[in-house]
């Protein structure tokens, strides 16, 4: 596992600065505007800190295989469930531990926030809190006269659902600083087992 040192470097960039290269990494945001990220980041985080908690009402599956896919946690829409997976999960406790992160994260917090997390993409998914977070974001996809058409911007019901999961789990840092956590031990070789992949920089989901 990495040393403390390195994880103080990491603990050194706050939750908007995470999300912001999150944004600057979704593909359709090459050359964007940093100060634009910058805006949607803050925008995205407010909004997921503000939901009101969100009952997980999709199927919930446990297993393991998320070492393989990269993945804490997957929802798929078809019909509405939430995977998690319980190897990856315990891989980020220990990694917790070994960046002495356990005040920010306690025991049992990854499994809640990666539940909480999936919930919202449920919820944004199904509901009207996406066409919210459009209009809140403020990006025009297009104009005729009066009429303007708030845009789609990658990335950001991510941003939103890590800062519902921070705040509802009551963690001291967002999900994101511990999946880029997860994706330096992943460059450095200290979390590979054989045959497997480890989580990438952000808990991929994939809808139907």
């Not at 103080?8 to 964007?32: I, K, M, N, S, Y």
């Not at 599956?61 to 319980?86: I, K």
């Amino acid at each position: 596992m990495t040393t403390p040192a390195a994880a103080t470097d990491l603990a050194q960039t706050d939750d908007v600065e995470w999300a912001v290269r999150l944004l600057a990494a979704t593909p359709t945001h090459e050359g964007r505007d940093p100060r634009m990220l910058r805006q949607w980041a803050l925008t995205a985080d407010a909004f997921g800190s503000r939901l009101a908690p969100v009952a997980c009402t999709a199927r919930v599956v446990e297993r393991d295989g998320g070492l393989e896919e990269g993945l804490l946690a997957r929802y798929t829409s078809r019909p509405p469930t939430v995977e998690l997976f319980n190897d990856a999960i315990a891989l980020a406790e220990r990694v917790v531990d070994a960046r002495r992160w356990r005040d920010w994260y306690p025991p049992g917090s990854v499994r809640a926030a990666a539940l909480a997390h999936e919930a919202v993409h449920a919820h944004l998914h199904h509901g009207p809190a996406r066409a919210a977070l459009k209009r809140a974001l403020g990006h025009t996809a297009l104009r005729l006269g009066r009429l303007r058409v708030p845009g789609h911007v990658a990335g950001a019901e991510e941003v939103a659902a890590h800062a519902y999961a921070r705040t509802v789990c009551g963690l001291g840092r967002s999900p994101l600083l511990l999946t880029a956590a997860l994706a330096a031990e992943a460059r450095a070789g200290a979390v590979t087992r054989p045959g497997s992949t480890p989580p990438r920089n952000r808990d991929a989901r994939r809808e139907n």
